[in-house]
């Protein structure tokens, strides 16, 4: 018979984007933290990669989130500074589509319900200000100045080594095979040993609905994949001269950064092929009609950032119904917390998630409002 090996106050399950500032949350708290990853730390195989990640202030899928998104802000500075490296880079972001599209107009509501200074340009306004653009002038677009790019791998090595400098201990390579709780107690099987603790918080991305069994159903996988092009005219594609976007046209809904860490200028389509999988079996490699959906889109409203293909990488989004998170509490275990899907949306608020998962399994709660994130809407 097994016996544990090792107890602990907390056990975080998957130590990407949110498990990792997770444990940081919880170490500087002063708990025991143990975090068990099933790959490499940090690894390409989630949905916690792709060298630069869109954060934006302004939200067009709910004016809720701002709060959140204000007090993320404040926490990727405070490991920015713990780190002592640059995580968080500012070039303005624009949310953009159709005058009576959701994405422009639901921007345009968390600007106006929460003060935030910005900006309502038309499309022949975006591409005099920002060349490397080519909108058609019909769009509308919000630009908000606080809008830019985190880089995902760093963002969480930053956060695993000020766990670790807390006491945190952080296993890569190490799968969880079970979990149990008696509702005082948990107890983690891995591929490797078996551990106690008093709480486990589940952070496990594209794998949670395999490891939190009342979410099997409520959440579905889906391929994604990033593509980057060497620009035509470089200069244009920087940061200091190219926002981030969201960008909802004919052909779907996209989004795009300048040139970082990959020589390209790097373009996604939201729902990209809607393909629904298993993770465990899921299609890692790029074809030639995933490249075709981004070049069409880049050679139409990007040309000067359509040359030759650089990259192309597979991740993967981890979708509810509506759109929006899970934060909450295990449905039949008081002591097991659990966070994400956050449906292709969810890196940017990594930092804030961290504390909002460490308030939950200290207190029970958290200040922050997670009304919305509740498992209690799908009931």
């Given amino acids: 018979m097994d016996r544990p090996s090792s107890s602990y106050d ?8 949110m498990g990792s500032a997770a444990a940081w949350h919880l170490a500087r708290r002063g708990c ?18 792709g060298q630069t990640r869109i954060i934006r202030l302004a939200y067009s899928e709910h004016p809720s989130y701002v709060p959140l998104l204000r007090r993320a802000y404040a926490l990727w500075r405070d490991i920015e500074e713990k780190a002592g490296e640059r995580l968080l880079h500012v070039t303005g972001a624009l949310d953009a589509g159709p005058a009576d599209d959701w994405v422009f107009q639901g921007s345009k509501l968390s600007c106006e319900e929460h003060g935030l200074p910005h900006e309502i340009l038309t499309g022949a306004e975006v591409n005099r200000r920002f060349p490397g653009y080519r909108l058609p002038e019909d769009i509308m677009a919000v630009f908000q100045t606080d809008g830019g790019y985190l880089l995902p791998e760093r963002c969480i090595v930053a956060h695993v080594e000020a766990a670790q400098e807390e006491g945190a201990e952080i296993h890569g390579c190490e799968p969880v095979l079970e979990w ?14 078996t551990y106690t603790a008093g709480r486990l918080v589940i952070t496990a991305g594209a794998w949670i609905g395999k490891v939190v069994k009342p979410l099997d159903g409520l959440v579905q996988p889906e391929r994604q994949v990033l593509g980057w092009f060497q620009p035509k005219r470089l200069e244009l594609f920087q940061a200091d001269r190219f926002p981030v976007f969201n960008l909802q046209v004919a052909e779907g809904r996209y989004y795009g950064l300048p040139v970082h860490g990959v020589p390209g200028f790097k373009i996604g389509r939201y729902h990209h092929l809607d393909e629904q999988v298993d993770m465990d079996r899921i299609d890692r490699y790029a074809n030639p009609r995933d490249e075709a959906v981004l070049r069409a889109f880049a050679e139409r409203y990007f040309p000067d950032g359509s040359g030759p293909t650089t990259s192309l990488q ?35 608020f990594c930092s804030v998630i961290g504390e909002v998962m ?22």
């Fill in 180 to 193: 149990t709780s008696d509702g005082r107690g948990i107890t983690v099987k891995t591929a490797k040993s």
């Fill in 32 to 49: 025991r933290v143990l975090g068990l990853e099933q790959f490499n730390i940090p690894h390409d195989l989630g949905s916690s990669h």
């Fill in 10 to 17: 907390v056990i975080v399950i998957g130590v990407g984007g």
């Fill in 314 to 348: 597979v991740c993967a989004f981890t979708n509810t119904a509506d759109g929006h998170f899970i934060l909450d509490a295990h449905p039949e275990y008081g002591n097991v917390f659990v966070a994400s899907p956050c449906s292709g949306h969810g890196f940017k």
């Fill in 358 to 379: 460490a308030d939950l399994a200290t207190t029970g709660e958290t200040p922050h409002d997670i009304a919305l994130h509740g498992l209690a809407r799908f009931a």
